[in-house]
């Protein structure tokens, strides 16, 4: 199902590659690392990323918190928590988008991948760890897309107990017509942001990814 409401030019030029540049070029990159931070929401297809505390606490309250739990960071908590309600804003905003085209998040994810590797496709291990879902999750996907008739399986050419996973004619039309909705969507989420403010993001989010890292330890 594609929508009929996105006809402008600025949504519908050429396409040619997933990675084909934009003057946005900041702002895909923070939605690709948003995505890779967020890549657990995946592993259910129609799982709801549903974080939209509006009454966030106020650092007094934060400050009252402290005095029983020491461990309070007063301002990583106050960052985390917007960062918390930004992403899923951004993760509903998103999934609306797909759900126009008939598709999940889940979906989304793995067929982006397969876009960027149409000449090659993907095993679905390869798919699995680019997307950073687990392989169940990857088969489950793919079974339902292959049914949708997005993509096709074909045997491996030393291994036949493998399969590469390629886009089929249907699969490429539909990302040829939402790519270019997902990324004016995603230019106007971060149309506020100048083009070096986006740059400072993008550093910090990927020290917060290191951060994550470290949190995982605990």
Known sequence: MHPDNWQSPETHGELSLYNHRTRDDAAMEITH??????????????????????DLPTREM??????????????????????????SNIFKVSTQRYEQFGIS????????L??????????ATELAERAGITKATVTGL??????????????????????IIHLTDEGISLMNDLLPVHFTSTS???????????????????????????????
């Open 105 to 112: 998040s889940g979906k989304f994810s793995l067929l982006i």
């Open 188 to 218: 106007r989420i971060m149309s506020h942001l100048s083009e070096a403010e986006r740059e400072v993001l993008l550093g910090l989010m990927q020290k917060i990814q290191l951060g994550i890292s470290e949190a995982e330890k605990i």
């Open 114 to 123: 397969l876009y960027r590797y149409q000449d090659t496709g993907l095993l």
């Open 33 to 54: 690392l948003y995505m890779r931070m967020t890549a657990n929401l995946f592993e259910e297809e129609e799982l709801a990323m549903d974080f939209d505390m509006r």
């Open 62 to 87: 934060l400050q009252k918190f402290s005095e029983r739990i020491p461990e309070i960071d007063i301002t990583a908590t106050e960052a985390m928590l917007l960062f918390l309600r930004t992403s």
């Open 142 to 163: 793919i079974e339902r897309m292959e049914r949708d008739g997005l993509v096709t399986r074909q045997d491996h050419p030393s291994d036949r107990r493998m399969s």
